[in-house]
């Protein structure tokens, strides 16, 4: 088992910044691909980012890149998220995900292809 604790969120203002990271225990954290979804009231699950278990590569989907910096430390089992120019829409809960590094991960993967998820963090951004 690995368990995924989020931390960071909170209510900024349009154009801010704020990074939001997730720490993980349990299994060897390099093992594991890991990512970043958000989920807004009433809508699906949405995938953003991942990085590789090696650190190798990094993904966004089109919504956030150039805004949102996914980044990772094998050394503190830890994923980080940074946002900038936020704006209302970027508004959800914001979930850590982890999967097996035996998985292809794909580009926007689907939820149920992750292994593991943290309880979620609730980034508001106010207009």
């Known amino acids: 088992q690995v368990q995924l604790v989020e931390s960071g969120g909170g209510l900024v203002q349009a154009g801010d910044s704020l990074s939001v990271s997730c720490t993980a225990s349990?299994?060897?954290?390099?093992?594991?691909?890991m990512a970043w979804f958000r989920q807004a009231p009433g809508n699906e699950r949405e995938w953003i980012a991942a990085?590789?278990?090696?650190?190798?590569?990094?993904r966004y989907a089109d919504s956030v890149k150039g805004r949102f910096t996914i980044s990772r430390d094998n050394a503190k089992n830890t994923v980080y998220l940074q946002m900038t120019s936020l704006k209302p829409d970027d508004t959800a809960v914001y979930y850590c995900?982890?999967?097996?590094?035996?998985?292809?991960?794909?580009?926007?993967?689907?939820?149920?292809?992750?292994?593991?998820w943290g309880q979620g963090t609730q980034v508001t951004v106010s207009s």
């Open positions: 995900a982890a999967m097996g590094r035996w998985k292809y991960l794909r580009s926007n993967p689907r939820p149920d292809a992750f292994d593991y």
């Open positions: 349990g299994r060897t954290f390099s093992d594991y691909h």
């Open positions: 990085v590789m278990s090696s650190n190798t590569g990094t």
